[in-house]
């Protein structure tokens, strides 16, 4: 690295370590502040119209969406690097305006996500857990894995280390999963939906080796393509700024980041969230109210084709209701399909048709018949993606096809997330942005290569990134933008011949390692904790 080139570090370092002045950390805390009064007076007017809860019920309410929010505040501060680190070491950008820019584009992306990775998190919870989210056990899976994942962020921030927010999260579910099978005497391995852990896992395994290798081919092809744009490839002179079109291009890399890592790693706090929020108010929370009179109608088509097909199999339940949903939930559990399976669903199917028609009349006024109704449509549509993926059912089309629509229409009835719950999550992880940014941030920027970060490396590093995070939201799948950039940095001073620091990356690898054995670990001994307390 030149002397020019460290003159440069060290004119980023004073900037980095400026103190914010008073207006903006007035803006700061006004934000934080409006942003919980909003949440108590949305929950509260949801409370109120819904009927209440219970003094110790609300405290731990309370208390679980705090923590929520805390993570994702963590999640914030802990990733801000992903985003900034290219535009704060090129010049691009100062600190203090980067990290804002980087926190409001976090905050659009959380509003305009999907919801599809929130709900894909949840699924990785085992049955009983998020059927019961609302006793005692579901509060202590909620305390452990939140309070297991923010631990973990917070130590490897500490350290510098980018380790993923999605990792550390999946250890945690993994880790409640395994003991809650194991207080229950069962083997250790049936408390985790292993086709979802491996389904998320190889996203998260995989996520880092498209980011080193196609931000390597990336940069080679820019080198090709860009000879006549020479500065392109050429590392800060001291603190001066790129030409104007680099920094535009640099800057709109930073920009897209920003707001895929909000509209990816959002979703995961807003999933936490609504599992708290069903658990406790069904009635409020359980059932989208403000669905639409075109898919109710869309949906009752859909009801009424599944139990037409289903009657055809010539198969009949004589068991009860409760006996029906065990069947359904065992089968979730254990992926062991048997004849009672599909006579079992089309009882439950009649029976969730007649009570949605109560819903709409206004007559499931309270929390244990939303919960029941709830909880039978997630058994019903979580048995069908089972059956979808049934040999069985690929030789019968006609009901393959009732069953996908029957589902849709079910998942638009459960999966939903109310314009509060996602302002409030895009704050959180929006005002974390801002916190406690400068450790990781001179990990990616300083000690990744042994040279200094060229233009065209950074938008190369980040152009990958946002594309390998916007891909994954279509899929539903969570991927780590942490590593995704972090790699992708690599892979360009590879393909720059710039040398790579072992040191770091092996704590990179050390870090990447352990997150998962840790959390796992950590959220399995926290949920026998609270099992206790609770």
């Not at 992880?429 to 300083?446: A, D, N, P, Y």
Request: hydrophobic fraction near 50%.
């Amino acid at each position: 690295m030149t002397s020019s080139q460290s003159n440069g570090n060290q004119a980023v370092h004073s900037a980095m370590s400026q103190k914010r002045g008073k207006l903006s950390i007035a803006i700061f805390f006004a934000a934080l502040i409006g942003g919980l009064v909003y949440m108590f007076a949305q929950l509260g007017s949801d409370i109120n119209q819904f009927g209440g809860v219970g003094t110790a019920t609300l405290a731990l309410l309370v208390l679980a969406l705090m923590v929520a929010l805390c993570f994702e505040f963590v999640n914030g501060f802990h990733d801000t690097a992903n985003a900034v680190a290219t535009v704060i070491y090129t010049h691009s950008m100062p600190p203090s305006v980067a990290v804002v820019w980087a926190g409001m584009f976090n905050f659009f992306g959380v509003l305009f996500s999907s919801g599809m990775v929130a709900f894909g998190i949840i699924a990785l919870l085992p049955v009983e857990l998020i059927l019961n989210v609302g006793s005692d056990t579901g509060f202590a899976m909620v305390f452990a894995m939140l309070t297991a994942a923010v631990l973990w962020n917070v130590g490897t921030w500490y350290f510098g280390l980018p380790a993923s927010s999605s990792h550390t999260l999946v250890g945690s579910i993994i880790g409640v999963g395994i003991a809650n099978a194991l207080v229950h005497g069962r083997p250790a391995i049936t408390g985790v939906d292993w086709a979802q852990v491996t389904k998320m896992g190889t996203a998260l395994l995989v996520s880092p080796l498209v980011g080193f290798g196609f931000a390597a081919l990336l940069l080679l092809l820019m080198r090709r393509v860009l000879r006549h744009r020479p500065e392109l490839f050429q590392a800060p002179e001291g603190n001066r700024p790129p030409p104007k079109w680099i920094r535009g291009l640099l800057i709109m890399t930073c920009t897209g980041v920003s707001f895929a890592h909000g509209s990816n790693d959002g979703q995961k706090g807003m999933g936490l969230i609504m599992l708290i929020l069903v658990g406790v108010l069904p009635v409020a929370y359980g059932i989208n109210h403000s669905i639409s009179e075109k898919d109710v109608a869309r949906f009752a088509t859909a009801s009424q084709a599944t139990i037409q097909v289903l009657a055809q199999q010539n198969q009949s339940f004589n068991g009860t209701l409760p006996e029906a949903e065990k069947i359904l939930t065992e089968y979730v559990r254990t992926k062991e399909l048997n004849a009672q399976v599909l006579p079992a669903l089309a009882m439950q199917a009649k029976d969730i048709e007649s009570k949605l028609l109560q819903e709409k009349q206004n007559k499931i006024v309270d929390n244990q018949q939303a919960s029941a109704l709830r909880n039978q449509m997630y058994v019903a549509s979580e048995s069908i993606k089972r059956l979808e993926k049934s040999a069985d059912m690929a030789k019968q089309p006609q009901m393959l096809g009732a069953l996908k629509d029957y589902r849709k229409g079910l998942e638009r009835y459960t999966q939903f997330i109310p314009v509060w719950v996602k302002v409030v999550v895009a704050l959180a992880l929006g005002l974390g942005t801002m916190v406690g940014w400068k450790r990781i941030v001179i990990t990616v920027g300083e000690k990744i290569g042994k040279n200094h970060l060229t233009y065209a490396q950074g938008a190369s590093a980040e152009l990958v990134t946002m594309t390998t995070i916007g891909a994954a939201d279509l899929f539903g799948l969570p991927v780590s933008t942490t590593h995704v950039l972090s790699s992708g940095v690599a892979g360009t001073m590879l393909a720059n011949k710039s040398g790579l620091q072992k040191k770091t990356l092996l704590s990179v690898l050390l870090a990447w390692v352990t997150t998962l054995p840790a959390t796992i670990c950590l959220s399995a001994g926290l949920y026998w904790v609270f099992s206790l307390v609770f």
